[in-house]
């Protein structure tokens, strides 16, 4: 059975969509981490992040071309696990997902309150929502075209960033109290380093999403993996860039509580009143724009395919009739991002705002679902060793395990640091759980699809 997909993107608009999904992440968030490990406990934290998510994508990239399936996950891990997999892998994406934009479409709203302080941030992250899913709707190659245009700005005002710090930069600077605050390497800047661990995931969160795009990739055998490697590259590159250039002009923990820690960084360097600064503070909201925009279509193919698959009520599988996109899953995922934003200041947990603990419950999922994906393709090896693969995995089996090692360590670090976080998580899951057992009639009147099963 088709889906009715088009099959529109090449692998530039795949790359703008692998990169646009994370570079949010570069603009805000990971300065928190600074806050924990100080600037060269946080720089092991990230070398160690960005060893997972490079030797994860190049393994994650193998599934992706073998199985070029909307599910993205959910499929590797159904095809690998059966059913049970397929839910766990699919929960968890979906928590990445669904949880990420409601925090950029505040971060979005908190810039724009700059400019318009007039008006309340949570309309600004309201029209977000309303803007692209209306995008989203009309079609996804004017949401790739749109998506590469914001990415590839977002990536030069990165660049401008770093060359306008320059002068005043010192390694004096970055290095002075770097770890957790001290001078020396000891137990308290250890453990900083692993509480920092969730915001240098930030650095990389979603990523992967990419995946959900590769039903709609023209031959996904050739264009994903050049979408993937490209796109990872970039992202180190970038992410080791920012850090090290802000962390180096002046006294870092100035930046290390703040949500705009480029800006701060850059009026260091030039003053309040610099051309430089204004520009990058609206290009700035691209980046924003590009991640926001980019994991709205990353949630939309999700539910889609879950839906598809009979893990969520049918009537989200509906396409447009006039578009072919799923308009349905898309304001599914919409509603609840914005309860989340109107509800951000009266529900707390755990002594933080909504915000704060849907980041870190999108990155636990992130987490579970790349340990997911990784055991997945160790299993669909041993299993299916026919399974056509354009891409193989470079140093199979290194590099998945060298992913799978981390990302435990990974997990680990987010279950210790967050525990009542971590019992909400498993809470929601037994809770869909308990939806998955009771309604197996919907997947056995799914229509058949080859990729989910051998």
Known sequence: MSSGLRKVLGPVQLWGIAVGL????????WSYGWNTAGTLGFLVATVLVATMYTTF?????????????????????????????GFIAGFATLVEFVFAPPAISLAIGAYLNVQFPGINPKWFALGAYVIFIALNWVGVGIAAAFELFVTVLAIVELLVFMGVVTPGWTWANFTANGWAGGEVLNGAAISGIFASIPFAIWFFLAIEGA??????????????????????????LLAFGVMVFAGGVGDWRKLANINDPLPQAMKAV????????????????????????????GYSRQIFALARAGYLPAFLAALSPRFNTPHRALLAGGAIGIAAIFSDEWVQFGGQTLTANIVTMSVL??????????????KLRAAEPGLERTYRAPFYPVFPAIALLLGLVCLGAMIWFN?????????????????????????HAAAPDAMLST
């Open 57 to 85: 994508i190049f393994s994650f990239t193998e599934l992706s071309t073998a199985i070029p399936h909307a599910g993205g996950p959910f499929a590797y891990a159904r095809r690998a696990f059966g059913p049970t997999g």
């Open 211 to 236: 995946a959900m795009a590769a039903e709609e990739a023209r031959d996904p055998h050739r264009t994903i993996p050049i979408a993937y490697t490209t796109g990872i590259l970039t992202l180190v």
């Open 270 to 297: 030039v003053g309040d009143n610099s051309g430089w600064l204004h520009m990058l503070v609206w290009i700035g909201l691209f980046g924003l724009i590009a991640s926001f925009h980019g994991i709205i279509m």
């Open 365 to 378: 999922g992130a987490i579970v679902m790349y340990l997911v994906s990784m055991a997945a393709l160790f």
């Open 419 to 443: 525990g009542l976080l971590t019992l909400l998580f498993c809470g929601l899951m037994a809770l869909a759980y308990a939806y998955f057992r009771a309604t197996a009639a919907q997947r």
């Open 22 to 29: 994370v570079i949010s992440g570069e603009y805000f968030g």
